[in-house]
């Protein structure tokens, strides 16, 4: 969940982080040409992003193995 900046608590840390590389699925990636760090701003000039993919320990070893397939999304994740 994104954190809001008007809330006097905690910040949220990260424990831990894997990078996923599926060779198959980075080379069928194209860059739109243009980046930007906020998603939002990304979609609107139809440019990359980072996606952070936050699941369960079980998702976590279909997402390792076959990458973040949009057949496997949840209404409203990953633009469906």
Do not use: Y
């Not at 006097?8 to 990636?29: C, D, E, H, M, Y």
């Not at 139809?46 to 949009?70: I, K, P, R």
Request: hydrophobic residues 40%; positive net charge; charged residues 20%.
């Amino acid at each position: 969940r994104r954190q809001r900046r008007d809330v006097q608590q905690p910040r949220l840390r990260i424990a831990s982080a894997w990078k996923v590389t599926n060779g198959a699925t980075l080379r069928g990636f194209a860059s739109a040409g243009s980046f930007d760090i906020k998603p939002l701003q990304a979609h609107a000039r139809s440019g990359d992003t980072l996606l952070f993919h936050g699941c369960s320990q079980e998702a976590a070893t279909n997402v390792m193995a076959t990458g973040l397939l949009l057949s496997f999304a949840a209404q409203g994740m990953l633009g469906r």
